[in-house]
């Protein structure tokens, strides 16, 4: 049974930092590009960040350009989210999502979602 468990995720002040982990279970990990998405409030769910099945690729949405960094440890079956310079529109749960065919950056090619983790960012 494949399960992403998320972890990291809680109330931080704007211009404040935060690490999420994903850590993955049931699966070949290093054959699956990784992404994270993110559903705000009242929002539909959006690409956050990507990452290639070997980490040399890495892809963001253009409001985490600069200010994310999505990484990998194959040997630990884990993925990481740094998020620096956090700011109130980046309030979401956030998503750890496999994806076995394609770059992680797409819903439609996602096979596997963990439950999420909410990050609420405070003014």
């Known amino acids: 049974q494949v399960q992403l468990v998320e972890s990291g995720g809680g109330v931080v002040q704007a211009g404040g930092s935060l690490r999420l982990s994903c850590a993955a279970s049931?699966?070949?990990?290093?054959?699956?590009?990784m992404g994270w998405f993110r559903q705000g409030p009242g929002k539909e769910r959006e690409f956050v960040a990507a990452?290639?099945?070997?980490?040399?690729?890495?892809y963001y949405a253009e409001y985490g350009k600069g200010r994310f960094t999505i990484s990998r440890d194959n040997a630990k079956n884990s993925v990481y989210l740094q998020m620096n310079t956090l700011k109130p529109e980046d309030t979401a749960v956030y998503y750890c999502?496999?994806?076995?065919?394609?770059?992680?950056?797409?819903?439609?090619?996602?096979?596997?979602w963990g439950k999420g983790t909410l990050v609420t960012v405070s003014t």
């Open positions: 049931g699966m070949s990990f290093r054959n699956y590009a």
């Open positions: 999502a496999a994806d076995p065919k394609g770059t992680g950056a797409s819903v439609r090619h996602i096979d596997y």
């Open positions: 990452i290639s099945r070997n980490a040399i690729g890495t």
